[in-house]
């Protein structure tokens, strides 16, 4: 089967503290929240949580970019990250609400992507498939490499609570460890 993700053996619960510290500071947690990827400047968010810095220090991996992805009682959508090689696969963290959801893979009709811009300036492709096949999925409870050029989409199975995940671009892009 073609790998879609892989969790790491990695004990990440200061992670977890730190970065939902960071999110309640800036208001992630509580405030409202207009879109639902929102990039961070990744100095200030590794300045903030040093446990996540450790970790990609012992890794080997240079960060490129921290974003956050933030759901509420909406379904995440089917979608396909931008294409860019250093993007192909990324490293995800959960922050806050991320057990009673599911992060799913399914295949697409080919001609089923379309081109969206959200006005942050965040582009991605939404997969316009009426039909979609399920194929795997996963919780997120600890770090885990995803491939984000597959279609994929975040379950909430009680909406109506705000869930929190972190998304790291990292070079070497973490592909390799998926194949
Ligand atoms: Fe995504």
Same mark, same amino acid.
């Given at each position: 089967m073609k790998p879609y993700y892989l969790e790491l053996d990695w004990d990440? #619960?200061?992670?977890?503290?730190?970065?939902? &510290? !960071?999110?309640?500071?800036?208001?992630?947690? &509580?405030?409202?929240?207009?879109?639902?990827?929102?990039?961070?400047?990744?100095?200030?968010?590794?300045?903030?949580?040093?446990?996540?810095?450790?970790?990609?220090?012992?890794?080997? !991996?240079?960060? $490129?970019?921290? #974003?956050? !992805?933030?759901?509420? &009682?909406?379904?995440? +959508?089917?979608?396909?990250?931008? !294409? &860019?090689?250093?993007?192909?696969?990324? $490293? +995800?963290?959960?922050?806050? +609400?991320?057990?009673n959801t599911v992060t799913e893979f399914y295949k697409i009709r080919k001609g089923s992507l379309k081109y969206h811009i959200q006005d942050n300036g965040v582009t991605y492709y939404s997969c316009e498939d009426p039909k979609p096949k399920f194929v795997t999925g996963f919780t997120l409870n600890k770090p885990t490499v995803i491939n984000v050029l597959e279609p994929h989409r975040v379950r909430v199975i009680n909406p109506g609570i705000r869930r929190i995940s972190l998304t790291v671009a990292v070079d070497p892009n973490p592909v390799d460890l998926l194949f």
């Amino acid at each position: 089967m073609k790998p879609y993700y892989l969790e790491l053996d990695w004990d990440s #619960s200061q992670i977890q503290a730190e970065t939902y &510290d !960071y999110c309640r500071q800036v208001g992630f947690v &509580d405030s409202e929240i207009k879109h639902q990827f929102i990039p961070v400047d990744p100095k200030g968010l590794l300045a903030a949580a040093p446990a996540l810095a450790e970790f990609f220090n012992l890794a080997g !991996y240079r960060v $490129i970019s921290t #974003s956050f !992805y933030i759901l509420e &009682d909406l379904q995440g +959508n089917l979608h396909v990250d931008r !294409y &860019d090689y250093l993007k192909m696969a990324r $490293i +995800n963290f959960p922050v806050l +609400n991320c057990s009673n959801t599911v992060t799913e893979f399914y295949k697409i009709r080919k001609g089923s992507l379309k081109y969206h811009i959200q006005d942050n300036g965040v582009t991605y492709y939404s997969c316009e498939d009426p039909k979609p096949k399920f194929v795997t999925g996963f919780t997120l409870n600890k770090p885990t490499v995803i491939n984000v050029l597959e279609p994929h989409r975040v379950r909430v199975i009680n909406p109506g609570i705000r869930r929190i995940s972190l998304t790291v671009a990292v070079d070497p892009n973490p592909v390799d460890l998926l194949f």
